[in-house]
């Protein structure tokens, strides 16, 4: 094998847990249980937000008891009234035809991550920008909040990659 297919076969997963968690409707009150298994389903997930496991395999994933993790899955699935979304009627998650579920909110936590990341990247792109200059002893570019500026394609010809920056 080489290394660039050994690379192929390295899936690299991003999975926020949010901060606001901990005191949301899918976590307070819930039984340990309903946790391991909300967080297992937010670990699992794919770019998507589906979660291709089946029961044991999940309930293996989380340490849980088949049993258990049937309960958590179920009051995941079903209409939440205390969720600060009702969209889906509060549901979580939803069973998918021939296995496994998806994450109801993941579109949306996906998008509200993506573009405080990107706003982030191209904060720190001006940052660094600024201090190439300055050490430079160059003017900065009195231009550069208007629109248009910020990190482009051509910028990064050089090799130079920001360690943690998202892949755009």
Known sequence: ??????????????????????ESSAWMGRPWWFKLIWVTLIMKKNQN??????????????????????????????????????????RHIRAVNGGGWLVLNHAFYRDLIGSAERKNFKNQWARDKRARLNAKGEPEDPGRNQSGSGPQSSDYAGGTVYEGAPAF
Do not use: C, F, I
């Open 49 to 90: 937000g589906y979660v291709d496991m089946s029961l044991l395999a999940l309930a293996r994933a989380a340490e849980v008891t088949v049993e258990q993790a049937r309960e958590a899955l179920t009051w995941y699935a079903a209409p939440d009234p205390d969720s600060t979304s009702q969209k889906n009627e509060g």
């Open 1 to 22: 094998m080489t290394k660039s297919e050994s690379q192929d076969l390295k899936t690299v997963a991003w999975s926020p847990l949010m901060a606001g968690t901990s």
